[in-house]
């Protein structure tokens, strides 16, 4: 038996219609996952790119200062961190309040690291280098699971609609023969 190219164009009783759709399917859903592989790849390097500067940037502006407890919420005593208001001065001996959650255990009067800005407002701690890399690698895995379960999902839908379409023309042929076996054989040789 010779193959010859072509994507089964040849007449072939055996290989019907929706097994070439099926093929088609198949090579769909992983040309989707190829195409999509670059695409991950660029937007992850952008992504990089993006959050290594923001991250150089905050780690620049923003500075490690110790904050005293001034007052803390009697009422949320009992749960594992509560509020508690805080005091600090930075950079010229400004003084400065906030109100940020400390452990259970915090008092007034105990000192507790804070993040600040050049000016002395409080703000949440710079982006490491790991969150860098954790976003990058999640936008890059991220969209190559979505692409690749998109892909299965297509695949199988299809599979599941060409399967139920073959089941039904083959059940139309049993019928037809079985009408031809109650009607009796004919001999068509003359």
Do not use: C
């Not at 993006?50 to 940037?57: F, G, L, Q, R």
């Not at 703000?123 to 690698?137: E, F, G, I, K, R």
């Not at 599979?159 to 031809?180: G, I, M, S, V």
């Amino acid at each position: 038996m010779a193959v010859r190219p072509g994507f089964g164009r040849q007449r072939n009783p055996l290989r019907r219609r929706s097994d070439r759709a099926q093929a088609m399917s198949a090579l769909a859903a992983v040309l989707l996952l190829v195409a999509v592989v670059p695409v991950a790849v660029a937007l992850s390097v952008g992504t990089w790119r993006h959050y290594s500067a923001v991250s150089e940037n905050e780690q620049a502006t923003r500075h490690l200062v110790s904050a005293t407890v001034t007052t803390s919420d009697p009422e949320t005593k009992l749960a594992r961190s509560h509020l508690a208001t805080l005091s600090w001065s930075y950079p010229d001996q400004v003084r400065h309040t906030g109100q940020i959650a400390v452990t259970q255990t915090t008092e007034t009067g105990d000192l507790v690291p804070i993040w600040v800005t050049d000016s002395g407002q409080m703000v949440s701690a710079p982006m490491t280098t790991l969150n860098v890399w954790l976003d990058t690698l999640g936008l890059g895995l991220g969209l190559t699971f979505a692409a690749g379960l998109i892909g299965l999902v297509w695949y199988r839908l299809s599979r599941l609609w060409l399967d139920h379409r073959r089941t039904h023309a083959l059940d139309t042929e049993w019928r037809r023969f079985n009408e031809l076996r109650s009607e009796g054989f004919r001999d068509t040789r003359g």
